[in-house]
């Protein structure tokens, strides 16, 4: 349109995509537990509850850490989307904790495109790395990367560091194993068949974690137990054979410094991702009290609190992990009215189908994106005069 100026709306068609690579986040056990508001140029996150772990994280520190990485990769795109972004904190006591992000156009990329195409590329790696170290300047990017007011980051590279180290994962193991309700919680994430996995597009795929398809017969407690023993046991023997260990601590354990722990440690990762740098979580030694202790006295950590520890080297790529389609994380202007109405698959433009791109559902996408370009575009056209 001659003459027109540069909107400064947001095209929602762009905030659909930005939930899109929120969504692509890791979250332990792959709970997703994030759900997204649009409200004008502005993205709300904020915690989906009802994906807690009561028992694996009765703080709900995974749950924000993962927050935070969502955070992250929404930036990540804002930024390579030419947005600008402002963040808001909302941290009232006695309410779940929520991030609005607002956004504006600057027509220009001020983003990283290396940073956006990781977030596709990266994973969770939990076999074997070669034993190939990692180059120095290859390291200090990943501690540059890490900078977030209030979270430290350490890298442990020479081996003699990592024994103390896998001492701690195997108390953390063996206290939470003993525990009936972590285990059933942990069993309850874990998808043992490709018809569970595709159907929830959540959870642990029993693929990634290197486990066998168990069909519904075989799949008793007692199997399951085993094999969570053994996939343990072995892990405890993958961690000296890892380039490095990566840890993070915060000044202080609540949910303002969990999130941008989160914020550190997506970005950490995606620049490992770039790097071909595989990761791999040791985060129960960090939640087991015992081993805390265990850790942080050998790190010599005095107030900080060890948030997240993780292996670190090169291996190949695993199968990746499903996500929910974008649809039943984002609500839309005026409610979820829209959403609810593409499940119901009216009108139908709205019908969901079964392809999918990464587990998020690339027909739903088009739907939600159909509906809310409308929207924009006529929002875009009241900014002009
Ligand atoms: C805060 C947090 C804690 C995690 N803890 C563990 C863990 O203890 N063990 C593990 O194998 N993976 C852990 N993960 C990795 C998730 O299981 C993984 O991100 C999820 O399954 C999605 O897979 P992806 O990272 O390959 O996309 C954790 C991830 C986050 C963000």
Known sequence: MKGCRPPTTVFPRQIVELVKLASMA???????PW??????DRIRISPDLSRGLPAADPHNRALYISLGCALENLLVGAECYGLRAEIDYHLEPDEPHSVDIRLA????????????????????????YRGDRIAAPDLRKLVEASRQPGVHFGL??????????????????????????????????????????????????????????????????????????????RREELIPGSAALMLFAVDKNDPLHWIRAGRSFE???????????????LMPACDVVQSRIRLSSFLGLNSEAPVLLLRIGYAEPTPASLRRPVEDLLLLPGGNEACSRS?????????PS???????????????RQAIEREGLRRAQASCP
């Open 26 to 32: 890791p979250s332990k056990y792959n709970t997703q």
């Open 35 to 40: 759900s997204f508001r649009m409200e004008g």
């Open 105 to 128: 156009r600057t027509l220009t990329c001020q983003g990283d495109p290396e940073l956006l195409r990781a977030i596709a590329d990266r994973q969770t790696t939990r076999g074997k």
């Open 156 to 233: 442990l590279t020479d081996p003699h560091e990592v024994r103390p180290i896998v001492e701690a994962v195997r108390e953390s193991n063996r206290r939470l194993l003993a525990d009936p309700a972590f285990v059933d919680e942990m069993l309850s994430w874990i998808r043992f068949t490709a018809r569970e996995t595709e159907s929830k597009s959540d959870g642990l795929n029993h693929r990634v974690l290197g486990l066998p398809p168990l069909p519904s017969w075989l799949a008793g407690p007692t199997t399951r137990k085993f094999l969570l023993r053994r996939k343990l046991r």
């Open 267 to 281: 970005r950490v990762a995606l620049t490992a991702a770039g790097l071909n740098i595989r990761l791999s979580h």
């Open 343 to 351: 499940r119901q698959g009216k009108p139908k433009s709205w019908r």
């Open 354 to 368: 079964g392809s999918s791109v990464h587990g998020v559902h690339g027909d739903n996408i088009r739907g939600i």
